[in-house]
């Protein structure tokens, strides 16, 4: 009987979902935080492995599982598996794209409209408790009329696609801009596409990330990239933290020229507590006060995406091992 493993589960149930959807493969559930947590005899039984990011997946675990054809991770990013050693040694790598892509995008406009609409600011101001605040004078500078707005997608994924509409749907003018976006898919959607990036950060009132993590992608809001960005401008990320420098936009915070942002990512999680821009959201500094959203790496979050996340991992090793299917591979030996 084919043998699948989580080794560093992380949810406090029985993983009855994942049970059944496994069957009738033999599925064992651990509770790992390094690998040598688990027996020897464990690893080499597998054929298969699903997991979190506990742990780091790297040539010396692979080099454990003899058997394991296949190793999925519960999520999209694969930042904590060596995708080399693991298709080295011959197993493919695979992910669960396509669980939470409404939430994130209902999550990225949620952000991008409490911006916009200052509803943090309006906020602040009644909890003061004072009647001369019930007011709606003077205006945040940075709130704004969202009809005519310009939206700029870093990206064109499901995700972006799914925020593009939703932003649509507001009147909301979207263009998007990806290092290798394939053409076409963005007349069907409304979309302009635009490939200078410098210029398009310029002309963009808003700007909403959704893109993977690589060399090439890391960092890549930063210092530059803010100096040409509108001033004024909104930017929203529900990507991956590391896209953004978080020194150089909590600097142009501080110095007024970006209006706002909306973090759910970052570039390490959690984030340091005594970082000055989780410290100014803390303690209502003023230039964070209205201007600044964070949330704890939730916009994927539901019962309903947690429950498709969990199975597809599962369904994904299934497949591979009874049928020979191989789905939402990132690498293959």
Same mark, same amino acid.
Request: include cysteine; hydrophobic fraction near 50%; charge should be negative.
């Given at each position: ?10 949810? *406090? &149930?029985?993983?009855?979902? %994942?049970? !059944? ?18 027996? *020897? ?24 599982? *003899? ?34 892509? &409404? ?47 310009? =939206? ?33 898919? !963005? ?15 310029? !002309? ?10 690589? &060399? %090439? ?40 020229? =970006? ?9 390490? %999680?959690?984030?340091? *507590? ?11 500094? &003023? ?6 959203v964070l949330s704890p790496h939730a916009a994927w979050a539901s019962p309903e995406a947690m429950a498709d996340m969990r199975r597809g991992a599962i369904l994904t090793a299934r497949r591979f091992l009874l049928d020979g299917v191989l789905g939402n591979a990132v690498a293959t030996p």
């Amino acid at each position: 009987m084919s043998r699948i493993l989580i080794p560093d589960a992380q949810f *406090p &149930d029985d993983y009855a979902l %994942e049970r !059944e959807a496994a069957a009738p493969c033999e599925l064992q559930v651990a509770r790992a935080k390094g690998p040598d947590d688990l027996p *020897p005899a464990d690893w080499a039984a597998a054929d298969a492995l699903v997991v979190y990011h506990r742990m780091t997946y790297g040539a010396d675990i692979a080099a454990r599982c *003899p058997n394991v054809r296949l190793l999925c991770r519960v999520g999209v990013g694969v930042d904590n598996v060596d995708v080399a050693a693991w298709t080295a040694r011959g197993a493919a790598v695979c992910n669960v794209p396509d669980y939470g892509t &409404d939430e994130v995008a209902d999550h990225a406009v949620a952000m991008l409209l409490a911006l916009a609409r200052g509803l943090f600011a309006f906020q602040g101001r009644l909890a003061g408790g004072r009647r001369s605040d019930f007011v709606p004078l003077p205006v945040p500078d940075h709130v704004r009329r969202l009809s005519g707005a310009r =939206l700029l997608l870093l990206g064109l994924g499901p995700i972006a696609v799914a925020t593009a509409r939703r932003a649509q749907a507001f009147g909301i003018d979207v263009a998007a801009w990806a290092p290798r976006m394939k053409g076409g898919m !963005e007349k069907a959607l409304g979309i302009r596409r635009v490939h200078d990036l410098a210029s398009a950060l310029g !002309e963009a009132d808003m700007v909403s990330l959704h893109l993977a993590l690589t &060399d %090439e992608t890391r960092n890549l809001i930063d210092a530059g990239a803010i100096a040409a960005m509108r001033p004024g401008a909104l930017l929203v990320n529900t990507a991956r933290g590391g896209l953004v420098d978080l020194d150089a936009l909590t600097a142009a915070l501080q110095e007024g020229r =970006l209006g706002g942002a909306a973090l759910d990512v970052f570039p390490v %999680e959690p984030p340091d *507590p005594a970082h000055p821009l989780i410290a100014a959201v803390r303690d209502g500094a &003023d230039w964070a006060r209205g201007r600044v959203v964070l949330s704890p790496h939730a916009a994927w979050a539901s019962p309903e995406a947690m429950a498709d996340m969990r199975r597809g991992a599962i369904l994904t090793a299934r497949r591979f091992l009874l049928d020979g299917v191989l789905g939402n591979a990132v690498a293959t030996p």
